[in-house]
Each structure stands twice: as C-alpha cells, then as structure tokens.
C-alpha cells in the first residue's frame, strides 16, 4: 500500500498504525490487502475482515447491512477501502464499518486472500 500512500492521504484515509493510536468512536477511513475474511455461524452474519497494509493489520467488523449493500467489495476484493468508527477493547483496536469499496488501482494484483464464509 505504501505506493498508494500519498492518494490515500490526500483522501484522508489512516494507516494501521494510526488507528492504532486513535481514541474509540474515531470516524476513519482505512485501506488494506484482504488477508482474510471470516463468517462465524456463530456472530449472527456478522463478518470479520482483517486489512494489511504496509504499517500493520486493522480488522473490520462488517455488519450483514453493510456486507450485503456492499457485496461485491465485501465479498470479492483483493484491496479494500472502508470507512467507520475505530473501537477499543483493552489493547486492542477494530473498526466497524459503515462502507466497504474495492480499491480498483489494486485489481490487477493476483493474491487471493484466505476467505472462510
């Protein structure tokens, strides 16, 4: 993503290590590789999304609305941009999302990432 850097700050959106120093109910925007994708039976269609980027990994938690609004981005994307609110449990920080766009700059890599749904 590091190539990408200088658009996607112009488009405001944060680094891993950002969000990692951001305060709960944060609005942020964050971009990243798919690395993977997880549908629990258990989290009531929720689905867990993990992005890396060239400063470390952010995870998304995608509610059912916004993966099915979103589908395609949610679902298929190699490189994702999203947008949401940073939350905190103890050390560790998510993301739940509002938005979930494909990164199309980043269509023509050939990763395939690791999707369990």
């Known amino acids: 993503m590091w190539f990408l850097r200088p658009e996607l700050e112009a488009m405001e959106v944060s680094s891993a290590a950002d969000v990692a120093r951001l305060p709960s109910n944060t609005k942020i925007r964050v971009a990243g590789l798919v690395v993977t994708r997880q549908r629990p039976q258990t989290a009531s269609g929720v689905v867990f999304v993990s992005l890396e980027d060239e400063t470390g ?61």
């Open 57 to 117: 990994t952010v995870n998304l938690i995608v509610p059912p609305q916004v993966f099915e609004r979103d589908r395609l981005a949610a679902r298929c994307a190699t490189a994702i941009l999203a947008a949401g609110n940073v939350e905190r449990q103890g050390r560790s920080s998510t993301s739940r999302r509002g938005n979930v766009w494909e990164v199309t700059e980043l269509g023509r890599l050939r990763t395939e990432p690791r999707s369990f749904h």
